[in-house]
């Protein structure tokens, strides 16, 4: 064999050991991906389900209500928000953070959305007029993550319709109880 054929199979090898290494390369950073992906989400799921958070949530659930009220009105516009709006800015700023992850593609916003798109556009239903009126001191750009966020929600849950495989037949039982709990007068909520 001739210098300049295994020149030519040494060249080769050395490609197909380069695209390779390139193909690895790129299966790990997919798996990097996914793993910080699973990582943030489940940082998120903990958030939620704190007891500070939940009581965050306990207030967001009123404000529409108090929204009514002129004094309280004024007490969203200033800067800094008083210590007893503190659960405003508490649930805002993680949905904001949730936000920002997706804007940015760090997560995926289908992914998202399919786990959290009706909680996310609660949260928002209920926070919009607050935030409304304290962008009127902080700007537009109070938030826009959270409602960019509510707004990719908004969309899922207009286009989406069950994520269960429609090929696999569902095992649940039937709801035994839903004639006799529809005649039932409806359970009043918190306001």
């Known amino acids: 064999m001739s210098l300049e054929l295994w020149s030519t199979i040494a060249a080769v090898g050395t490609f197909v050991v380069i695209t390779a290494t390139a193909i690895a390369a790129v299966i790990q950073l ?41 004094g309280f009105r004024a007490m969203l516009e200033s800067d800094p928000v008083p210590v007893e709006l503190y659960p405003i ?51 537009p750009e109070l938030l826009e993550n959270f409602e960019y966020l509510a707004l990719l929600s908004v969309r899922y849950l207009e286009r989406s319709q069950s994520v269960y495989p429609k090929n696999l037949p569902r095992i649940a039982p039937a709801d035994r109880w839903a004639a006799q709990d529809a005649a039932k007068p409806p359970i009043p909520t918190r306001s």
Not at 126 to 134: G, L, N, P
């Open 30 to 70: 997919r798996h990097m991906r996914s793993s910080n992906q699973i990582t943030i989400l489940n940082d998120f799921r903990i958030a939620t389900e704190d007891p500070e958070f939940r009581a965050a949530m306990q207030f967001i659930f009123t404000l529409p209500h108090k929204l009514d009220d002129a």
């Open 89 to 139: 800015n508490r649930v805002g700023r993680l949905y904001e953070l949730f936000g920002f992850y997706v804007n940015r593609g760090i997560l995926d916003a289908d992914m998202v959305c399919d786990l959290w798109a009706p909680v996310v556009l609660g949260a928002w239903e209920r926070m919009a007029d607050a935030i409304v009126v304290m962008r009127r001191t902080r700007g």
